[in-house]
Every structure is written in structure tokens, then in C-alpha cells.
């Protein structure tokens, strides 16, 4: 018999055939090498998930425990998700907008929104039977797989491109794994990631042979967006897109809030945003196109920075369905728009959090967001992962000697310098 914490996953699904497989580790169609995902048996769910048995749940993403894989009695929890959704006053008076939120995502326990995949991604490992945590990444991932195989002792084997950030690559050493710096990008390291599966199939390696896990994760973000506002939708949801897999699965949730009755209407019309460094995404939805051209990413935003992203095509998919846009932003405006975030709300985020600004006020400005309906935008990492970008240019007001008058006449000229 079913106990009543346990997840109504029922399976794996094909996305293109429909061919359905039990729950494993394979991530891709024997029938058309198309890509698996978690099925679920959401007619059961009904009337047994319930505003009242989530909100009776942790306060964590694990509150929507019965919507993810089976991760047997206690998942691996550093603490991820359940971050705070802020309405953002001053950033929408700014932008022109009526109603803006931010989902500040950078307060994960290590600071981004792969928190919430990874914890998917190796609690369904470790129920598979696996015992060594790996993956590919443009570093938060790396950070996150690192951080939480320290929390239940398993090894780790994270591998990034050698050139990120420097923040970023101490952030998963000190955690203890194998890191391993390869001379290529982000694309490079993925088809590296996908022969070393063959090599050792006994490692989770989070975002190839247990993506279909991982990949749920990400529909937390929508579940929580729709509970913090009283189990309603946002009309309008704007996230960051490397390799498509937010923001398909933050749709796949609300349609799922919406088949569960747990809400009522439309699902939000989602938007995406990149760098224009690196934005198949952007310049194939703006030109028509139904696929997309890999990219050479060459980009601050090393996180975004996926020049072939595997979920590249549903996401065009969505945005020509539902006649969203995605925003493609400059570096300098990436750099401006952390700056606008952090000096009108409070929050200071990583590179792709000034792309995910910059690309909706890019949006509101062509008029395909619209400025009188609600807006949340998802704020996916921290800004002390990307320091680099802004040592330089984010220091002291003035170097003063330790006397009254050296800070009296420091305050007179910064007065006169913001008076003109
Ligand atoms: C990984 C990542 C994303 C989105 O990644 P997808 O591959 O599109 O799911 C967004 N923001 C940050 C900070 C990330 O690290
Ligand atoms: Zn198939």
C-alpha cells in the first residue's frame, strides 16, 4: 500500500514518443533517443495533495515531496527552496510596472537555484543505489553537487570549464571532491560528461543519466510561487535560460498545480532571458525559428553560458505557444541592471540575475511583457559567486585618515558629487 508521504511518480515518460518506462537511471528513448522525463499519476494526487497537507509539510521544497520522484524517508536537505517571493516596489516603479515580484533564489543553502535540482537529483541516486555524485556544469551546479555528497559522505566528481569564476571554483573545492578544470567550455564538457557515463555507470552524474530527476527540481520554484501568493498564478514569469531546464519544468509545474485543481486559471505566460554572448534561445525566437543555432557562448554570465542547450527546442516551443519573448542583454547592461537590483531592493545577485533584469526591462520596453499585469522574476544566484565582475568597480566612496576632519571633508565631497 502507498503511505501517504510517498510521491505519485509513476515512471518515465518519453517527451517525443510517449514511451514509458519504469523508474532508472536512463535519461534518453530506446525507441527514439528522445529525452525521458518523471511521470506521475496526478488523477491519484487529486483530493490527497492538498493546500492543507503541503502547507502541513517542512519548510523547504520538500513540502512538495508527493509531486517528485520517490526519494525514500528522508531526501538529501541542506535546506534548499522555500526562499523568499518579495514584492518589489521600488524596481517596479522604475521599470513601469504594476505588479512586481522577485523570487530571490539566491538564498539557497549554496547560493543559487541548483540547490533544488541536486537535492532531487541525488536523493533519487542514492534510492537507485548509486554512491559517487558527478556532473557537468558552468559552476553553480558543481558547487551544489559538491556541497551536498559532503553532507552524506559520498565522493564527488564535478567538472567545469577550467576559466570560471574564481569565487566559484573555490566555492566547490573547499566542499572536498575531485574538481576537474577542462580546457573548453561548458558544450565541451557536457559530451566529455557523457562518455564518462559509459565509463562508469555507477556514478550519478546529476544532469545526464539522472536529468530526469534532477529536471524536476525546478517545478518547486513554481509550486512555491503559486503558494507564497495564495495559491494564485502570476500572469507573467521571467527566468534565466542556459540549458532550458528551469524554465520548461517551472511551466510543467503550474500545469500541474492547474491539473490538481490546487489553482484556478491560466498558466503564466513564461519569458525567458540570456546574454546575448550566448542566446540561441533569443536569436531563434526573434528570427521565427522552430530550432535553434548552437552558439560559441562568449559571456559574463558563465552560468547561462550553454551554446547548445539540450532543452533548447521545447523551450521555443513554449515561448511560440504561449507568445512569450526572450530577452538577449549586453554585458554592460548585465552589469547595470545587478547594480539597479541591488540599489533598489536590496539584493545583490550573480551575473545571471542582472540578465534575467536587464532582459525584463528589455521586454517591458517592446511591449511584450505587459506592464499592467503581474510579473515575478525568478533571481537564481548570488552576487559573491561572481565577484570578479565587479571588484573593480564596486569599492570604497573615498580613503580617509582616522581623523574627524579627513571623513568631514570626504562627506562634503561625496554631497557635492551626488548634488550635481
Ligand atoms: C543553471 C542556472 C540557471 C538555469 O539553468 P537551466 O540549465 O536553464 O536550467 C539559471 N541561473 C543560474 C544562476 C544557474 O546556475
Ligand atoms: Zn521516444
Not at 527552496?81 to 530571490?104: F, N, S
Not at 546529476?206 to 534532477?214: D, E, K, Q, S, W
Not at 559574463?300 to 519573448?325: E, M, T
Amino acid at each position: 500500500m502507498k503511505k501517504e508521504t510517498m510521491s505519485f511518480a509513476t515512471g518515465l515518460i518519453c517527451r517525443e514518443c510517449s514511451t514509458t518506462y519504469e523508474i532508472a537511471a536512463r535519461y534518453s528513448c530506446d525507441e527514439c533517443f528522445g529525452p525521458l522525463e518523471v511521470a506521475y499519476d496526478l488523477e491519484a494526487a487529486k483530493g490527497k495533495v492538498t493546500h492543507e497537507s503541503i502547507a502541513a509539510g517542512p519548510g523547504s521544497m520538500w513540502r512538495y515531496r508527493d509531486l517528485l520522484p520517490e526519494v525514500g524517508e528522508n531526501p538529501i536537505d541542506l535546506g534548499a527552496g522555500w526562499t523568499p517571493l518579495r514584492r518589489a516596489h521600488r524596481l517596479g516603479a522604475i521599470l513601469g510596472v504594476k505588479e512586481l515580484w522577485l523570487k530571490d533564489d539566491t538564498r539557497n543553502p549554496t547560493g543559487s537555484f541548483k540547490d533544488r535540482v541536486v537535492s532531487v537529483a541525488l536523493s533519487a541516486a542514492r534510492e537507485l543505489g548509486f554512491t559517487t555524485a558527478a556532473c557537468a556544469s558552468t559552476g553553480n551546479l558543481a558547487t551544489s553537487v559538491a556541497a551536498h555528497a559532503a553532507s552524506i559522505g559520498w565522493p564527488s566528481v564535478t567538472i567545469i570549464p577550467s576559466d570560471l569564476e574564481k569565487s566559484k571554483i573555490a566555492m566547490t573545492a573547499i566542499f572536498g571532491g575531485t574538481v576537474l578544470g577542462v580546457e573548453g567550455n561548458y558544450d565541451d564538457v557536457n559530451r566529455l560528461c557523457v562518455e564518462l557515463v559509459s565509463e562508469h555507470p555507477d556514478w550519478a552524474f546529476a544532469n545526464v543519466n539522472l536529468r530526469p530527476f534532477y529536471a524536476e527540481g525546478s517545478k518547486t520554484l513554481a509550486f512555491e510561487i503559486a503558494e507564497q501568493l495564495g495559491w494564485k498564478l502570476p500572469d507573467q514569469v521571467v527566468v534565466p535560460v542556459a540549458s532550458g531546464s528551469q524554465f520548461t519544468k517551472v511551466s510543467k509545474g503550474f500545469n500541474e498545480l492547474i491539473t490538481l485543481g490546487l489553482v484556478e486559471g491560466d498558466s503564466p505566460v513564461m519569458f525567458g532571458s540570456q546574454a546575448t554572448g550566448c542566446s540561441p534561445i533569443a536569436t531563434a525566437h526573434t528570427k521565427g525559428d522552430e530550432i535553434f543555432t548552437p552558439q560559441r557562448p562568449n559571456t559574463i554570465a558563465r552560468s547561462l553560458a550553454i551554446g547548445n542547450p539540450a532543452d533548447g527546442i521545447y523551450v521555443l516551443d513554449k515561448l511560440r505557444q504561449q507568445g512569450g519573448d526572450c530577452g538577449s542583454v549586453s554585458d554592460p547592461e548585465i552589469l547595470e541592471c545587478i547594480e539597479l537590483l541591488a540599489r533598489s531592493e536590496g539584493i545583490f545577485a550573480e551575473t545571471a540575475g542582472g540578465v534575467t533584469i536587464a532582459s525584463l526591462r528589455q521586454m517591458i520596453e517592446r511591449g511584450t511583457i505587459d506592464r499592467n499585469k503581474s510579473i515575478v522574476a525568478v533571481i537564481s544566484g548570488h552576487g559573491l559567486k561572481t565577484l570578479d565582475v565587479i571588484v573593480d568597480s564596486a569599492t570604497v566612496s573615498a580613503t580617509i585618515r582616522p581623523t574627524l576632519e579627513s571623513a568631514q571633508d570626504a562627506l562634503t565631497l561625496q554631497e557635492m558629487a551626488a548634488a550635481q
